[in-house]
Structures are given as C-alpha cells and as structure tokens.
C-alpha cells in the first residue's frame, strides 16, 4: 500500500547519503532522469539544484516528479516517492547545497558552483510514498 | 552529447552488478519509478521481469522507458538511456532469471519465483544515451 506521508525510515533513508533518482516529463513526452543529491525536512523531499538545469525546468512546466531512493547499504530496501512542488525559493539554496556537500563530499562548501549560477530549492510533498523492504 | 548506441563503458556498467532505475508512464500520466536488475546484450538493454508487476504494463502501453543507472563503486558515473522496446519474449526468461540471480545473489537459481509467474525478456533498443563521468 502506499502512503501519502514520509514516515522515521523514510527520513532516515533520505538523511543518509544515498542518491535519489529524479524523474520528470520531457516537453516531448519522454522522461527525464538522473541521480542526484537529496535532503528531507519533516513533510518534504528537499531538492537543490543549479536552475538551468533539465529536470528543474520540467518540474516546473509539470509540477510534479517521481524520485527513487536505493539504501546504498543494501539495494533491496528501497523507497518511490511520486510528489508535486510544494515550494520554489532561492531562500537559503546557498547554504543548503554547502550542508549537501557536507553530507555527501565532506567538504565545508560545495566546490562546483560557476559564476552565474543561480540554486533553487524545491519542497516535494508527497502524494505516493512507497518503501520495499528486504527479505 | 547524448549517443543512440551503447559504448564499451556502458556495457560495462549494465554487466557490473549494479540496479537500474526503470522509469515508465503510468496511466494517470505521473511516472512510475523502481530499482531491478539489468543486463546488457551487444546492442540492448535487457530487461527480465514477471509480467503482473506495474512497469511492464507501462512498458508495454507505452512502448518506452528511460533507465539510469549508476556505478555502485563510484555513484558520481551514471548512465542515462531512453529507448523503446526492440523485443519482448519468453523464449528464454527462466534460463535468464537463473543467470540475474548470479550476478546480483551468487545463487545458481533464481530463489523468488511463484506459481504462475510469467516471465519475459524485454531488450530496450537505445535513442539517448547519456553517461556521465566522474571528475
């Protein structure tokens, strides 16, 4: 069955520094997807990411995306979150992509922003949470 | 640049034991997303699944995925292809269940199969490729 909430393990699954798959809808009709870095609050699905980028500008035109995350300590344990944009901001997208590569380089600032950039957050509310368990 | 063809990195990848990302429409329009195993053959990506599950449906309907995968050894080189079905067949499935499930179990047969599983193979013809290097 799936749920509409994230519940304990789910957070826990997108604290610690797996990948999460985002896919969007092409404007052609084909879905986009590519893992990136992922961070959870207590009802969302936090995403930053540099806004020229493919699957932001899809998320935005369609609002909503499917996102997959492996526990990289045993691929048989899994989560599948369909959602919808809760919330766009620039609000705090420095910070938080530096508390990213904390958690996923060990490094105190994210080392790959170019001039020009400019990073987004995006809240993912739920609306299908589904969590495969192993065994 | 994305290619149409795979190259010796991707074959690579996809016979490496690692998951990939099968993303494909639902019938409400959203996308539907889930981890399996995968295989490579010259030309194809090849896929081996029960035919009751949700995305073989999809597939089916739609006649197109799009698949990520990422290098569990370095999750910074991943590889993105969207492709249609070339070909979907029985001929074979069982047999190729049994040689997943050494590669992902190190068992010799596949230990989850039912009463009444229908199996097929199906080999997704590429039309992007995209892999992404670390560094």
Redesign the interface.
């Known amino acids: 069955m799936s749920r509409t909430t994230l519940d304990d393990r789910d957070r826990e699954l997108l604290s610690a520094p797996n ?1 999460c ?1 985002v ?3 092409r404007e052609d ?7 990136i870095w992922v961070d959870v609050d207590s009802d969302h699905v936090v995403l930053n990411t540099e806004t020229r980028r493919a699957w932001p500008k899809n998320l935005r035109r369609t609002g ?5 995350v ?1 526990n ?1 300590e045993n ?1 048989y344990e ?1 989560l ?1 979150i ?1 959602g919808h944009v809760a919330q766009e901001t620039q609000d705090g997208a420095m910070e938080h992509i530096d508390a990213m590569a904390r958690k996923y380089l060990g490094q105190d600032s994210y080392p790959f922003h170019q001039d020009g950039d400019v990073r987004v957050i995006f809240r993912i509310a739920p ?1 299908r949470v589904h969590r495969h368990s192993p065994g």
């Open positions: 990948f798959h896919s969007t809808l009709g084909t879905i986009h997807a590519v893992p909503g995306a499917t996102l997959t492996l990289m691929p899994y599948t369909t609306d």
